[in-house]
């Protein structure tokens, strides 16, 4: 979702510098985070992270492995250098991005979108050590209204590393209890769907779940969640197919009761 959410900028104040294809480093390979090196924003770091970069070209795909325990979320990019119209997707939402080199360093600047709405904006910058063996990403993002958060990220490069695939690519169901609305889902996604839904509504996820055991259904909010996904699904799937524009944010903007009228 990397963690859930992972793509921003801290910008110098040195001049910008495009370069050429050609003098462009070469970002390409498999990097494992470095938690002692690295300064997330969060207060739950994950307990590994891993990147996967292919760069041919002006042509660049970033793919990101994040694991919390036993739960593990992919995300998956393109961009093409040069251009300002990158369409790619995080946690399920719709993403556009420009991608530049500047000074030496790989800079993308992105807007995530709900129901028309900016609800995300990214700034990333990648920079690649002088010896090839280092790589540090420096995010800076924005949900909404809330306040900016920052965030530095140190990567290894894992010299004959492998890219195994995760176990949860599975279904939902075959990986997690008493899933009914989402079954179909890949498992890696599930976790980054509860983090949007917990942000559209405000609340933590103690709000419809045990924190000892998730998949009861003791809980009335946690019905009510069904309800309200399977009605979610129902608008989109007979009024806006293919694009499916609508979600809870739509509705709560971050707030557990939808207000009825414009202020």
């Known amino acids: 979702m990397r963690p859930l959410c992972l793509t921003f900028a801290i910008l110098c104040a040195v001049p910008v510098v495009a370069l050429s294809q050609d003098k462009a480093p070469d970002l390409t390979g498999i990097w494992q985070w470095n938690p002692h090196q690295s300064q997330p924003s969060s207060g739950h770091p994950p307990d590994d992270m891993r990147v996967r970069i292919e760069q041919t070209g002006s042509e660049i795909s970033i793919t990101w492995r994040v694991r919390h325990q036993t739960n593990e979320e992919q995300e998956f990019s393109r961009l093409r250098i040069g251009s300002d119209d990158n369409q790619n997707q995080i946690h399920g939402a719709p993403m556009k991005s420009s991608a530049r080199w500047r000074a030496g360093a790989l800079t993308v600047d992105s807007v995530a979108t709900f129901s028309d709405n900016e609800l995300l904006r990214m700034n990333d910058v990648w920079t690649l050590s002088a010896d090839g063996q280092t790589l540090t990403f420096k995010e ?36 997690y209890k008493n899933i009914q609305v989402m079954q179909g889902v890949p498992a890696a996604q599930l976790q980054a769907a509860m983090a949007f839904f ?14 000892n055991a998730f998949e009861k259904d003791d809980n009335p909010a946690k019905a009510t969640a069904r309800r309200m996904l399977k009605m979610v699904h129902q608008i989109n799937d007979g009024n806006f197919a293919p694009d499916h524009p609508v979600s809870c944010w739509t509705c709560h903007r971050g707030s557990v009761k939808p207000e009825s009228n414009p202020k």
Do not use: I, N
Not at 144 to 163: C, H, K, L
């Open 140 to 175: 800076r993002h924005q949900f909404a209204a809330e306040p900016a958060g920052e965030s530095v990220y140190v990567f290894d490069r894992q010299v004959g590393g492998t890219w195994e695939l995760p176990e949860d690519s599975k279904p939902a169901e075959q990986v």
């Open 198 to 211: 917990s942000r559209a509504l405000g609340v933590e996820c103690g709000h419809c779940h045990d924190p």
